[in-house]
């Protein structure tokens, strides 16, 4: 399923929820019936209540961070030597982000959109709006600014959700000090870390978001 970029001058949360209230009606009915395959990221559950972290500092949270643990994202194109680097913009009161990688066959590859907070949330829980994701919400449950931050982005209804999470390190190392720290955090909220998957740093990878 292919997610339709989200216009900021329009209301971002109420396009996330007309949109996931159509996809979700239409698994209900899918299920129900018995047909159509259900998509692999769709899966039974609720959120986890992951709270918000206060007294985040955008301003700080900005520059370049590694992916090095993951969710996976079946919309994502690259799987290896993941970066974004986060602008941070005073008139936006947000970030405009630049995400690259390697995709399987070693393509360079390369999105941008923005990451902001929303009037609804506190400023740790923001708002993807890039052109391939509607909408997901952004969720900073855990950072230093320095070594590491655990994120997570997940949407529910009924009794399925869409989950996915992130750990972000300022260095490009795989099962350094970012992802003992951010296991910690994940699993004592009730997220399962062994759903997460490495994002491969190795010789091969340029960083250049």
């Known amino acids: 399923m292919k997610y339709h970029s989200i216009e900021t001058s329009s209301h971002p949360t109420e396009k996330m929820i007309s949109f996931l209230l159509l996809v979700f009606g239409i ?9 159509v395959e259900i998509p692999e990221y769709l899966e039974r559950g609720n959120c986890a209540e992951v709270g918000a972290l206060p007294k985040f500092d955008l301003r700080r949270y ?3 961070w590694y992916q090095t643990d993951v969710i996976e994202i079946p919309h994502q194109p690259y799987t290896r030597c993941i970066n974004s680097f986060y602008d941070y913009s005073e008139p936006m009161y947000g970030f405009n982000v630049r995400t690259a990688g390697l995709t399987p066959e070693g393509t ?6 923005k990451i902001y907070p929303t009037d609804e949330n506190p400023a740790s829980h923001m708002l993807i709006d890039f052109p391939t994701v509607l909408g997901y919400p952004y969720v900073v449950i855990d950072t230093n600014y320095e070594t590491y931050a655990c994120v997570y982005s997940c949407v529910d209804w009924n ?3 869409t ?11 795989n099962n350094g000090p970012a992802t003992a720290k951010c296991k910690k955090v994940f699993s004592k909220r009730g997220i399962d870390f062994s759903k997460f998957v490495t994002v491969p740093h190795t ?3 340029t960083y250049r978001a």
């Open 163 to 173: 989950e996915f999470a992130f750990v972000f390190s300022r260095t490009p190392e």
């Open 62 to 64: 900005s520059g370049r």
């Open 27 to 35: 698994v209900a009915s899918a299920v129900a019936k018995r047909t």
């Open 203 to 205: 010789e091969e990878c």
């Open 108 to 113: 360079h590859e390369k999105n941008e959109g």
């Open 159 to 161: 009794e399925y959700k």
